[in-house]
């Protein structure tokens, strides 16, 4: 095995790990403490109380769909006061009425892949399920986990290096009903055409250096 061999070998691999490694990771469920310094966080204060919420936060690369409302009940805000919630929150409800026919699941999709997310929710009693779709691919990861209708709220929270694209949000307990507060994101460091272009040339010039000693 020649040291120009050797050289090549653990270049190419490092570009690899770069170009395709993080390809190859599965989303993890996480703790809040993942989320110290998020690059953002949603508290949904700027929501009128039942306004539709969708591309508000478009800025933030998230866009809400299936019908998610702002809620500003006393009672739905007060859970979250525990783990810093504000005046308003969100859930998948109007007007404080909820079935199996109106509270659906919710879909927050990332205009760019993020590298982790987690929110604070509460439901009925039961179990809510999220659904983690990374990489562009159609096929998602399922997490389901305990949520009741009390404080503090629940915390979940999710990352995957490959990148998520969007989670899908279901209650399991009839009527499928649930408000979420502090949506938190952490954006994905991607690397950059100069990333890939230094990596190059520290490949050529390993070989070049190896001829010269020739």
Same mark, same amino acid.
């Given at each position: 095995?020649?040291?120009?061999?050797?050289?090549?070998?653990?270049?190419?691999?490092?570009?690899?790990?770069?170009?395709?490694?993080?390809?190859?990771?599965?989303?993890?469920?996480?703790?809040?403490?993942?989320?110290?310094?998020p690059t953002a966080?949603?508290?949904? /204060?700027?929501i009128a109380n039942n306004a539709s919420i969708t591309n508000q936060y478009a800025a933030q690369d998230v866009i809400f769909s299936?019908?998610?409302?702002?809620?500003?009940?006393?009672?739905?805000?007060g859970m979250f006061a525990a783990v810093g919630g504000g005046n308003v929150v969100a859930g998948n409800f109007q007007n404080q009425v909820c079935t199996g026919s109106t509270?659906?699941?919710?879909?927050?999709?990332?205009?760019? /892949?993020?590298?982790?997310?987690?929110?604070?929710?509460?439901?009925?009693?039961?179990t809510t399920t999220v659904k983690v779709y990374s990489g562009h691919s159609a096929t998602a990861t399922s997490f389901t986990f305990t949520t009741q209708d009390a404080?503090?709220?629940?915390?979940?929270?999710?990352?995957?290096?490959a990148g998520i694209d969007k989670i899908v949000?279901?209650?399991?307990?009839?009527p499928d009903g649930f408000a979420m507060d502090r949506l938190m994101?952490?954006?994905?460091?991607?690397? /950059?055409?100069?990333?890939?272009?230094?990596?190059?040339?520290?490949l050529l010039c390993g070989v070049l250096a190896r001829r010269r000693r020739q």
């Amino acid at each position: 095995m020649t040291r120009h061999w050797m050289i090549r070998t653990a270049l190419s691999a490092l570009a690899g790990s770069v170009l395709a490694g993080a390809a190859l990771a599965n989303p993890i469920q996480v703790g809040i403490g993942a989320f110290s310094t998020p690059t953002a966080t949603i508290g949904f /204060e700027n929501i009128a109380n039942n306004a539709s919420i969708t591309n508000q936060y478009a800025a933030q690369d998230v866009i809400f769909s299936g019908g998610l409302y702002g809620d500003t009940d006393s009672g739905d805000v007060g859970m979250f006061a525990a783990v810093g919630g504000g005046n308003v929150v969100a859930g998948n409800f109007q007007n404080q009425v909820c079935t199996g026919s109106t509270c659906l699941p919710i879909t927050a999709s990332f205009a760019n /892949e993020i590298a982790s997310v987690g929110f604070y929710i509460i439901t009925q009693p039961g179990t809510t399920t999220v659904k983690v779709y990374s990489g562009h691919s159609a096929t998602a990861t399922s997490f389901t986990f305990t949520t009741q209708d009390a404080s503090p709220a629940t915390f979940f929270g999710v990352q995957d290096s490959a990148g998520i694209d969007k989670i899908v949000i279901a209650d399991n307990a009839a009527p499928d009903g649930f408000a979420m507060d502090r949506l938190m994101i952490n954006s994905r460091s991607v690397p /950059e055409p100069t990333t890939l272009s230094f990596l190059g040339g520290l490949l050529l010039c390993g070989v070049l250096a190896r001829r010269r000693r020739q």
